[in-house]
């Protein structure tokens, strides 16, 4: 009895440090979407050198959760780099030995 | 509908289509010619050919490592980009192309008729994944194996 006691209590607090951490995350700083912060900048297929920041090193589409596109920029990037993809411009998977 | 109007409005295209590699210049030079006539033909207007050169390509595009990427912007309808890649497709030359549409209604009077670009092609440093550059890196990071393992010692 006493060591399942034990073991709520150990288990209370893992669960507290556990929110700890998730408070500690959302302090993390929100990337902002880039295209959105320069208006300037357009989602082009021919411009293999910015979609490659949005691709893996095994050449598969970043998702926005991590990129911190926002989701109108999403959807033009995934088809960029799916029409960069039919030209040969970006790999469509990469082997890694 | 809209060419039916006092001012004819078209739509704005490009097309990238990839040659192989082995061709001369002036074949290379002979198929813009005839995608112009053929854009000229069907009521369109080109307004520019950009040749990036031969380039590696990211994979074998029918059994080729490298290819002639030509970019062709231009004006017309959308019975002309069919006609444009029926004839794309018929050329023995042509590896690959790709159509996109830019925009629609655009008077063809506003956008000027530019000079053909031609780039170099082999010397992009803009090439993100895979190839030889990747070979390269990995070659050069090979150094680091070492160091890496010894980082996971370090961490246990």
Known sequence: MMNSSEKYSRNADRTATEDDKRGAKTFTR???????????????????????????????????????????????????????????????????? | MTQASAAIRLREYETVFLLKPELPDEVVDQTKERVRTIVNREGGKLL?????????????????????????????????????????????????????????????DTRPVSEDIKLSGDIDDNRPLGGAERDAERAEMGVFDGDDDDDMGDDL
Not at chain 1, 45 to 54: E, G
Not at chain 1, 71 to 87: G, P, T, V
Not at chain 2, 68 to 96: K, M
């Open chain 2, 48 to 108: 520019r050919f950009t040749t990036w050169g031969k380039k590696r390509t990211m994979y074998p595009v029918k059994a080729q490592p490298r290819a002639v990427y030509i970019h062709a912007l231009y004006l017309g309808g959308p019975a002309l980009v069919s006609e444009l890649e029926r004839n794309l497709r018929n050329l023995d030359n042509v590896l690959r192309y790709l159509s996109v549409r830019l925009a629609d209604d655009v008077d063809p």
């Open chain 1, 30 to 97: 929100k990337k902002a979407c880039r295209y959105c912060s320069d208006k300037n900048l357009q989602v082009d297929f021919k411009d293999q050198s910015a979609l490659k920041y949005f691709v893996t090193e095994r050449g598969k589409i970043i998702p926005r959760r991590i990129s911190g596109n926002c989701a109108k920029h999403q959807r033009q990037i995934a088809k960029a780099i799916k029409r960069a993809r039919a030209l040969a411009l970006i790999p469509y998977l990469v082997i890694q030995g």
